[in-house]
């Protein structure tokens, strides 16, 4: 149940005060009477009030003198002022130095109310903001990235350095190594951090609908179009778009892409005009996209134009100072997720466990096994049974069953292996994204 909003109503005429605070009550308030502004100071300063109903003339410490402590003093509690109708300039003083509002004796106390509701919203929304933007500063910024070891450290240096500035920046290296974290640090240490940071798959969406959202569409272009889409890169202005698995996008769209980033300008599908746009450009991939100029399915001029400044994310392997810090990272944070578990650390055989495996699929590999960890744990300590992953038909005791099952048992298994990625497990496994597909969805009939 929400705890009712607490009020000090504070004038040297005690009577009055407990009158109006009286009145609060039955409009669902906790309201306390005070006859001095010195015990308001205090009764705030003590944690023990959401907002602050004061006169504005009281002979130890006046309603403006309480206003110019509660500022200096940091504490975020909305004052409503009371004054009577000849210091109407003295109430405009107190708006001047943060009064949420002022209000002229004799007054109505629905008029009270209407105002006190108004300043808790106010500095609800207030402290949300506050929330969402700390939020985003953690999770755009380079405070959370685990860099222990030398090659991540690399990594953070050239960061910042290249943040600042507009270029396009290219990351490389193997999938799961965080190359969407340090994406959004780029955006949130570059001059773009206050706009929007967009990410995108570029393996995850058909060429029409990945064509549509990155690039816009006017209605009509095509069926199903029934309205103007401006797309990414004119919803992003100003900001920052990320292109995840940039190696996989088709070479017909290779050459819409060349255009934003050599001329600033896009032309949605359908469209006969182009609009300029401001966007950075970041873009990652597992795959040699040097290979892949030869193989013809990658454009040699788009990589020239990517290929500005390349970062490559080290392998897991490469930073196993890194390791026991990821593990308390992940580990808190599926704690925080799963709230029910009763699991609080590891124990010792299971941290030994996580530190010596090679971790194949890399930071998102450690970070499903920490989190299997945490959902399987039957008690406080994580053992190293509960790291185990779900094995594919590795013994052919028991009852025999088909192929197709012995296939999918071992599709999942894969997958689980390499974090979820669907694209990496289909290259090791040497097939396409659709039968891997048939693979998974397969029910063994």
Same mark, same amino acid.
């Given at each position: 149940?929400?705890?009712?909003? #607490? ?40 944690? #023990? ?44 003083? %107190? ?53 222990? %070891? ?14 600042? %500035? ?44 990945? @064509? ?50 050599? %001329? ?47 970062? @490559? ?77 779900? @094995? ?54």
């Amino acid at each position: 149940m929400t705890e009712k909003p #607490r009020v000090l109503v504070v004038d040297d005429k005690l009577a009055m005060a407990e009158t109006i605070a009286d009145g609060l009550g039955d409009h669902g308030f906790v309201a306390t009477a005070l006859g001095s502004g010195r015990a308001a100071l205090d009764t705030v300063r003590a944690g #023990r009030a959401d907002v602050v109903v004061t006169d504005l003339r009281m002979p130890d410490l006046d309603g403006l003198a309480l206003l110019d402590t509660l500022r200096d003093s940091g504490l975020d509690v909305p004052v409503i002022v009371m004054t009577a109708y000849g210091a109407i300039d003295s109430a405009v003083e %107190s708006i001047r130095k943060g009064a949420y509002q002022y209000l002229t004796k004799p007054f109505k106390l629905d008029e009270l109310v209407i105002f006190l509701r108004r300043a808790l919203d106010d500095r609800a929304l207030r402290r949300e903001a506050a929330a969402m933007r700390k939020t985003l500063g953690q999770r755009f910024s380079l405070a959370g990235v685990v860099a222990r %070891s030398a090659a991540m450290q690399r990594v953070v240096s050239i960061v910042e350095r290249a943040a600042p %500035s507009d270029v396009p920046i290219l990351l490389t290296g193997e999938t799961g190594t965080g190359k969407g974290l340090i994406g959004g640090a780029i955006h949130g240490t570059s001059k773009r951090a206050t706009r929007p940071f967009v990410a995108i798959n570029c393996a995850t969406l058909p060429e029409p609908l990945l @064509e549509s959202e990155l690039f816009g569409h006017v209605k009509g272009a095509f069926t199903g179009a029934i309205a103007d889409h401006p797309g990414l890169f004119a919803t992003d202005d100003g900001g920052t778009v990320m292109l995840d698995e940039i190696g996989e996008l088709p070479i017909g769209l290779q050459a819409k892409l060349l255009r934003v980033l050599e %001329s600033g300008t896009v032309r949605p599908v359908g469209a006969t005009r182009e609009r300029a746009v401001d966007v950075r450009i970041v873009a990652a991939t597992h795959r040699d996209l040097r290979r892949a100029v030869g193989d013809g399915t990658f454009r040699e001029d788009l990589l020239y134009r990517l290929d500005v400044l390349a970062i @490559e994310m080290p392998p897991l392997r490469q930073r196993r100072d890194d390791l026991a810090p990821l593990v308390e990272h992940f580990l808190a944070d599926a704690i925080h997720r799963h709230p029910t578990s009763p699991a609080r650390t590891f124990s010792r055989q299971a941290m030994r466990k996580l530190l010596d495996h090679a971790w194949p699929g890399n930071v998102r590999e450690l970070a499903h096994a920490v989190e299997r960890g945490v959902v399987l744990a039957s008690g406080p300590e994580i053992t190293d049974v509960d790291l185990v992953a779900r @094995e594919p038909a590795s013994s052919f005791d028991g009852d025999v069953v088909p192929m197709v099952e012995i296939q999918r048992r071992y599709a999942r298994w894969a997958l689980d292996q390499f974090g979820g990625h669907k694209t990496r497990t289909a290259e090791r496994l040497d097939v396409d994204a659709k039968t891997l597909n048939r693979w998974l969805a397969d029910d063994g009939d």
